[in-house]
């Protein structure tokens, strides 16, 4: 690895990995000259699942920014690049090089997010003579077992459970007698509207960054990729001061009309009024409780509406941590569950966004351009869709956690896995998330101008959500005709004539034999 031939003796090596990124971890609280901090880029990491181009850049420009910073504060740092002709591509290769190199007795690491890479280092501390030892990352509001401790032997985790006790638990939007401000805890009802088009969408308030060295670079080392780095500029957050610029924008511009367009659709406004702040939220240069305090502080003030930021509070404490606690008390076998039997491979164009069906083309298209794609996109369009027609969960998983800036498998897999697909057979979704095409036309304006007509349910230019909606009940009937939030459902596909469930069944068995070409 290149660096002085032989570097000043090191007592402590600690790797920080790209996901880590967090300046304020009590590591860098002051400096010593016996510890080394190290960060690398290796094929281990680019090479896992294929990834979007831009995912790779972004979090690679942010590691390079990070060594920076902390060689700026006086940390010594050694920072092994992709091309660096030491490099053992791997992270455990070189943590061995290195620690010979610097005579290091110690090394510790921060707690990985990722189980793939919490036994990985696990594993090879305990098979080396070297000290080792495991520190908090100090970055989440639960650690890995509360979700487990919480729910106990409840049968269903319910999500709305464990928000509610951390909305206790960090007194955020709670009246001075604790209860919930403004009387309930949730205006999710609230939060449904389809966007009319005012007000506008806000101007992207995130940097732009030119990566062609970098990519270059890159791509010399041969790493596979997908997606266009040249489509557009990276617009993603590289380090905690333009993280912070993103966290103020969003606050001031996008936040106060979050709430009723979260779960709306646009052709002509990607963003809306999400945040974009998952990146930086999940490379850890921005803690979750600031992000969700600074939200708190703008209703206080008069200049969000409640419903809104505790629609955004909800997806912060709630969800995120939630899906964290599901991740770590099911995994390893978590990753293989298919609970629904679905095989169908990935049609060709979830790599192009080559399709007649408008709503997927723009959600896939966004996401091959942009890296990201908001929640509604990724649940009820690519996901819906991926469901109802039977496509394999574990392809899927590995689809959106290549493409997406923001997935790290920790988040991504019950996403993906449980809530999305329910292939975990219900332990994060109550019922499948899935709609035939009324439920996309009413959120938005993706049915205009679409080759098929959501209307119809048969025919040639019937919308293909339509008699998969159906047929997909109908397969899984056994699984899921006895819960109770299906009931109306399946009173109406009971109510149906044979001869249309007939109909809808030969039509969702054409169209599950042609997907490649819809
Ligand atoms: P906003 O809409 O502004 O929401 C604010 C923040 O809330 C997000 O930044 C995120 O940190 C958090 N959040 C919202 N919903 C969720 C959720 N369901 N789970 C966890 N956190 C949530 N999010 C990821 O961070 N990484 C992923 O790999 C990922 N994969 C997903 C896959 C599927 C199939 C689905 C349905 C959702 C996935 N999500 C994932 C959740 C969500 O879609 C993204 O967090 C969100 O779109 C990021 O954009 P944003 O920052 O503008 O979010
Ligand atoms: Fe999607 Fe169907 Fe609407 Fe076309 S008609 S955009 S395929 S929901």
Same mark, same amino acid.
């Given at each position: 690895m290149n660096a002085p031939a032989t570097p000043a003796h090191a007592h402590t090596l600690r790797l920080v990995l790209g996901d880590q990124l967090n300046p304020r971890h009590s590591w860098f609280s002051q400096t010593d000259a016996q510890v080394v901090h190290v960060l690398m880029e290796v094929r281990q990491e680019t090479d896992y699942v294929l990834h979007h181009a831009q995912k790779i850049l972004a /979090?690679?420009?942010?590691?390079?920014?990070?060594?920076?910073?902390?060689?700026? =504060?006086?940390?010594?740092?050694?920072?092994?690049?992709?091309?660096?002709?030491?490099?053992?591509?791997? /992270?455990?290769?070189?943590?061995?090089?290195?620690?010979? *190199?610097?005579?290091?007795?110690? /090394?510790?690491?921060?707690?990985?997010?990722?189980?793939?890479?919490?036994? *990985?280092?696990?594993?090879?501390?305990?098979?080396?003579?070297?000290?080792?030892?495991? $520190?908090? +990352?100090?970055?989440?509001?639960?650690?890995?077992?509360?979700?487990?401790?919480?729910?106990?032997?409840?049968?269903?985790?319910?999500?709305?459970?464990?928000?509610?006790?951390?909305?206790?638990?960090?007194?955020l939007l709670l009246d001075a007698d604790g209860a919930p401000a403004g009387g309930q805890w949730n205006f999710d009802r609230d939060n449904r509207k389809r966007w009319p088009g005012t007000p506008p969408e806000p101007a992207d308030w995130r940097p732009r960054h030119d990566h062609g060295d970098l990519w270059d670079m890159v791509?010399?080392?041969? $790493?596979r990729s997908f997606g266009d780095p040249q489509a557009v500029a990276l617009r993603w957050p590289l380090n905690r001061s333009e993280a912070l610029d993103c966290l103020d924008a969003f606050i001031h511009t996008a936040l106060p009309h979050f709430g009723d367009y979260e779960d709306a659709l646009a052709a002509e406004a990607p963003r809306l009024f999400h945040s974009l702040l998952s990146?930086?939220?999940?490379?850890?240069?921005?803690?979750?409780?600031?992000?969700?305090?600074?939200?708190?502080?703008?209703?206080?003030?008069?200049?969000?509406?409640?419903?809104?930021?505790?629609?955004?509070?909800?997806?912060?404490?709630?969800?995120?941590?939630?899906?964290?606690?599901?991740?770590?008390?099911?995994?390893?076998?978590?990753?293989?569950?298919?609970?629904?039997?679905?095989?169908?491979?990935?049609?060709?164009?979830?790599?192009?966004?080559?399709?007649?069906?408008?709503?997927?083309?723009?959600? /896939?298209?966004? +996401?091959?351009?942009t890296a990201h794609a908001h929640h509604i996109q990724r649940l009820m369009v690519i996901g819906n869709f991926a469901l109802l027609a039977g496509l394999e969960p574990q392809a899927l998983h590995r689809w959106y956690l290549g493409i997406y800036?923001?997935?790290? =498998?920790?988040?991504?897999?019950?996403?993906?896995?449980?809530?999305? *697909?329910?292939?975990?057979?219900?332990?994060?979704?109550?019922?499948?998330?899935?709609? +035939?095409?009324?439920?996309?036309q009413r959120m938005g304006d993706y049915c205009q101008g679409c080759t098929y007509d959501p209307r119809q349910k048969t025919g040639a230019r019937a919308c293909p959500f339509n008699a998969l909606y159906w047929d997909f009940f109908e397969r899984h009937e056994p699984a899921l005709a006895s819960n109770p939030r299906l009931a109306l459902m399946y009173r109406q596909l009971r109510k149906m004539p044979e001869s249309q469930r007939e109909a809808l069944r030969a039509q969702a068995g054409q169209l599950r034999e042609r997907l490649d070409t819809l």
């Open positions: /979090i690679f420009a942010a590691m390079r920014d990070f060594a920076r910073h902390l060689r700026a =504060e006086g940390h010594r740092v050694r920072y092994v690049t992709l091309d660096d002709v030491g490099n053992r591509q791997s /992270i455990e290769g070189n943590l061995a090089g290195l620690a010979a *190199q610097y005579g290091a007795r110690r /090394i510790e690491w921060q707690q990985p997010d990722e189980w793939r890479l919490d036994a *990985q280092l696990r594993a090879w501390g305990a098979a080396q003579p070297l000290e080792w030892a495991v $520190v908090d +990352s100090e970055h989440f509001l639960t650690r890995r077992g509360d979700l487990a401790s919480l729910m106990g032997r409840r049968k269903q985790w319910l999500m709305e459970h464990f928000y509610r006790h951390m909305r206790r638990r960090w007194k791509r010399r080392e041969g $790493v990146f930086a939220l999940n490379l850890k240069m921005l803690h979750p409780l600031e992000v969700v305090r600074r939200a708190e502080a703008a209703w206080r003030a008069g200049r969000a509406p409640l419903a809104a930021v505790e629609g955004f509070v909800r997806q912060i404490i709630g969800w995120r941590e939630y899906m964290r606690g599901i991740y770590w008390s099911h995994m390893p076998g978590y990753a293989s569950h298919n609970a629904l039997g679905h095989h169908a491979p990935l049609p060709r164009w979830f790599w192009t966004g080559d399709t007649h069906m408008r709503c997927l083309r723009l959600a /896939i298209t966004q +996401s091959l351009r800036i923001d997935a790290f =498998e920790w988040v991504e897999l019950p996403n993906t896995l449980g809530m999305s *697909q329910r292939a975990d057979g219900g332990v994060i979704a109550t019922k499948p998330y899935v709609s +035939s095409a009324a439920y996309l």
